[in-house]
């Protein structure tokens, strides 16, 4: 299974700002997710990350709101911006090798992510 | 699209006991089975796939998991647990196509007491 690491673990931020989350892992992988999993709740997937093009949102999710980048095979961010309350999850990201023929995800730590 | 049911949103059980997580999903198409387990502030950990084979798969700490298609079902069990296996526990699915998103229930709290 590969390592994989979240910057930051957590972060108290106020309203209105935005958030950079980092998600790298120790070996290349061919696809990357990020997931929300709000308090006392299961996970919902935001999106996956595509190398190289846009990311894929799922159904309520947009763009605008939760920018994603995959500059690589090992390293992508998701940005939570103009932040409110509800924002108050905690963010995972997975990573999984499908197209080498694992299907399996595994994921990072989280960061867990408090707006005031 | 595939959905996932969890319909105990708790299990209190004494230590030594053994235990049963329910787990049923819908789905149009053939999928992919996962059991993760969330420990107190950690991330997700998987515990055990089920990908084709036998539909009986096992986890290295004592879990085991059976897939049951008639039934739609793949529930969790050990015959046996300890105080460390207090923790979430959420089924998964994906399809088996090209997307691999994982549709979560929405978890079973195992709370093992002494």
């Known amino acids: 299974s590969a390592v994989i690491s979240q910057k930051p673990s957590r972060d108290i931020c106020q309203r209105g700002t935005s958030l950079t989350i980092q998600c790298q892992v120790d070996?290349?992988?061919?696809?990357m997710f990020w997931y929300r999993q709000q308090p006392g709740q299961s996970l919902t997937l935001i999106a996956t990350?595509?190398?190289?093009?846009?990311?894929?949102?799922e159904s309520g999710f947009v763009i605008d709101k939760f920018p994603i980048s995959r500059p690589n095979l090992t390293f992508s961010t998701l940005t939570v911006s103009n932040m409110s309350p509800e924002d108050s999850s905690i963010y995972l990201c997975?990573?999984?090798?499908?197209?080498?023929?694992?299907?399996?995800?595994?994921f990072g730590p989280g960061t867990r992510l408090t707006v005031t | 699209a595939q959905s996932v049911t969890q319909l105990d949103s708790q299990v209190p059980v004494f230590e030594e006991a053994p235990v049963e997580l329910r787990c049923n999903y819908s789905s149009s198409v053939s999928v992919y089975l996962f059991w993760y387990v969330q420990y107190p502030n950690q991330g997700l950990q998987l515990l055990l796939k089920y990908l084709s084979g036998s539909t009986l798969v096992e986890s290295i700490n004592g879990f085991e998991a059976e897939f049951n298609k008639s039934q739609t079902s793949f529930h969790l069990r050990k015959p046996s647990v300890h105080i460390s296996d207090t923790a979430e526990y959420f089924c998964?699915?994906?399809?088996?196509?090209?997307?691999?998103?994982?549709?979560f229930g929405t978890g079973t709290l195992l709370a093992v007491q002494p």
């Open positions: 070996s290349q992988v061919t696809m």
């Open positions: 997975s990573v999984s090798n499908r197209g080498r023929g694992l299907y399996e995800q595994y």
């Open positions: 998964a699915v994906s399809d088996r196509g090209a997307t691999n998103k994982l549709i």
């Open positions: 990350a595509n190398q190289g093009s846009e990311a894929t949102y």
